[in-house]
Nanobody
Framework: QVQLEESGGGLVQAGGSLRLSCAASGRTFSNYGMGWFRQAPGKERDAVAAISWSGNNKQYADSVKGRFTISRDNSKSMVYLQMNSLKAEDTAVYYC????WGMGTMTEARYEYWGLGTQVTVTS
């Protein structure tokens, strides 16, 4: 079992930045691939970024490439999402998730453990 807790969401103006954090507890964090997903009102949940257990492999949705950066600190059991140049369309609840496969995938069905989410609202 892995417990995940997101933090760092909030209200920000377009063009601004936020850094989301996800704290993991339970089983060995460094074994898990991690992902960030988001769900806007009335829309399906979409993958934003993913990172492998080692941090060497990262993937991003086309909509956030060049603006968002995923990273992890296995010594602290933390994963981060640095979000720059935010746009109104980035408004969503952001979730972090853990994948026992370990490779970091943009496929939601691969993820077994989920946090409760943190709200990000970008005003234009």
């Amino acid at each position: 079992q892995v417990q995940l807790e997101e933090s760092g969401g909030g209200l920000v103006q377009a063009g601004g930045s936020l850094r989301l954090s996800c704290a993991a507890s339970g089983r060995t964090f460094s074994n898990y691939g991690m992902g960030w997903f988001r769900q806007a009102p009335g829309k399906e949940r979409d993958a934003v970024a993913a990172i492998s257990w080692s941090g060497n492999n990262k993937q991003y949705a086309d909509s956030v490439k060049g603006r968002f950066t995923i990273s992890r600190d296995n010594s602290k059991s933390m994963v981060y999402l640095q979000m720059n140049s935010l746009k109104a369309e980035d408004t969503a609840v952001y979730y972090c998730a853990a994948d026992a496969w370990g490779m970091g995938t943009m496929t939601e069905a691969r993820y077994e453990y989920w946090g409760l989410g943190t709200q990000v609202t970008v005003t234009s």
